[in-house]
């Protein structure tokens, strides 16, 4: 195949999505923050510290403009802007920045993220009512427990408006003090409506958080990077779970990392075929849920 990005990959892509009858993709799981941010998150990945000392090529590393036109080109009808703070006083600026990148970029679901910090809970409550639509609470990044007494109105009022959010909750790539099944199980204990979307297939505790999904009927779990080469290399999924993985269709949203990834965006299309658990279940994955959850 051509250059990642190029035309050969826009038009397999395409070809993707056409041949499930289709009428494009959803991906709630992509990235788009400050240009800053975003160099300084790169430059992070690409220095190995976001995987125990391994570089991490970023494949698409355009300016944010020519990202947004990529995705239109492959049929992304709807795709988010997950960012998310490694530090107390950040949320609320990251958040301006983000009603800023939605008002221009209307097919960018409108995201929003927090820290476990005071005035938490009202900043969350001024996003939703700013128009904010999906939010991002990265647990290793972030390094605060999801069981903060200072996240208890953040969950609480997501819950309340319907609002999900993605967790990166899972130990993958590396783990952080509250990743892993047990904190954020006790927050849904707590909140069991909350809609809470498990990065990255909760890698590698794949099947403790298919558990969540099927123990509460608002936990999602997105694709982002699962079944990859590259996920595969470092967390295989268990071949196991697969009865586990078709039977929760339903659940799973196609994420990609979009643009922090090392392998070009057709190689994640292309890891959840070769699952083969068919196209109905292709289907429901790459637009209908998100299209469901989101009103698309
Ligand atoms: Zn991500």
Redesign the pocket.
């Known amino acids: 195949m051509g250059e990642a990005g190029g035309a050969e990959e826009v038009a397999a892509v395409v070809a993707f999505w056409r041949e499930l009858g289709l009428p494009g993709l959803v991906d709630i799981?992509t990235?788009f923050m400050p240009p800053n941010v975003m160099a300084k998150v790169w430059e992070f990945f690409e220095e190995g510290h976001a995987l125990g000392g391994q570089a991490w090529p970023i494949t698409y590393r355009q300016p944010g403009e020519e990202r947004v036109a990529l995705l239109r080109a492959f049929g992304v009808r709807m795709f988010s802007a997950?960012l998310y703070p490694h530090k107390p006083g950040m949320a609320e600026w990251l958040n301006s920045w983000a009603a800023g990148f939605a008002a221009r970029t209307p097919d960018a679901l409108h995201s929003a993220t927090f820290f476990a910090e005071p005035g938490a809970g009202r900043y969350v409550a001024e996003a939703i009512g700013a128009g904010a639509r999906l939010f991002k609470a990265h647990l290793q990044v972030g390094r605060y427990d999801p069981r903060d007494a200072l996240l208890e109105p953040v969950w609480g009022v997501l819950a309340e408006a319907g609002v999900p959010v993605v967790v990166?909750c899972g130990s993958g790539p590396m783990p952080g003090p509250y990743t892993g099944p047990g904190p954020i199980s006790e927050v849904l204990a707590r909140h069991p409506r909350l809609t809470a979307i498990i990065?990255?297939l909760g890698a590698p505790e794949y099947g403790e958080f298919l558990g969540l999904a099927e123990r509460y009927r608002s936990v999602y779990l997105d694709t982002?990077a699962a079944f990859t080469d590259f996920l595969e290399w470092l967390a295989p999924f268990p071949a196991a779970l697969r009865p586990r993985l078709a039977a929760a269709a339903d659940r799973i949203l196609l994420?990609s990392?979009f643009p922090?990834i090392s392998y070009p965006y057709l190689h994640q299309l292309q890891a959840l075929a070769r699952l083969d658990l068919g196209t109905a279940w292709l289907r429901a994955v790459c637009h209908d849920n998100a299209a469901l959850l989101f009103g698309l």
């Open positions: 799981h990235h997950l990166h990065a990255h982002a994420g990392d922090n």
